[in-house]
């Protein structure tokens, strides 16, 4: 909820994919109606007359957008252990497109990401990301591209039956 309402209040949110319409009454979005909306839709300016500050669309509309564009962050440890997990979002970060046989991965550090080609990159060729892990068969991958970012992924690797191998 605190995550929601910071985005709400930063502003220039909306140019964010959220996916409204595909996740109305989807599981996340009866949990935000329940739990999110009813506190963050009662808050009211300051102003004499105290008008609403949010409708009930717009917190979802927010959601979505952090559900859709944010990125899970994780810091490991010395131990190699997984110390804290997160989500962030960066605003030219979620521009990146899915491939599941990317060009670039990414990395974090401190509050920073970075993006660095895996493979040879030809001029004009479009920079990818995979948007779940890279050693997830198609089904599990297609599952969550269906679930979490409301799209079914038709590159190389997913129509190929033997995932190109």
């Not at 804290?84 to 599941?100: D, E, T, V």
């Amino acid at each position: 909820m605190v995550t929601v309402l910071r985005l709400l209040m930063k502003g220039n949110w909306e140019q964010f994919e959220s996916h409204s319409a595909q996740r109305t009454d989807s599981p996340i979005w009866i949990y935000n109606q329940k739990f999110v909306v009813p506190l963050l839709s009662q808050l009211r300016d300051g102003g004499p007359d105290g008008q609403l500050l949010f409708s009930s669309e717009i917190i979802h509309e927010a959601a979505g957008a952090l559900d859709t564009n944010t990125f899970e962050v994780k810091t490991v440890g010395n131990t190699g252990s997984v110390t804290s997990i997160g989500r962030a979002l960066y605003l030219q970060a979620a521009l990146f497109n899915n491939n599941c046989s990317p060009s670039c991965t990414r990395s974090f550090s401190d509050q920073q990401v970075s993006f660095f080609t895996t493979r040879p990159v030809s001029a004009g060729e479009e920079l990818t990301i995979c948007y779940t892990g890279l050693l997830q068969p198609t089904c599990t991958r297609q599952a969550v591209f269906s679930q979490t970012k409301h799209f079914t992924c038709c590159c190389d690797r997913c129509r190929d039956h033997t995932e190109k191998g």
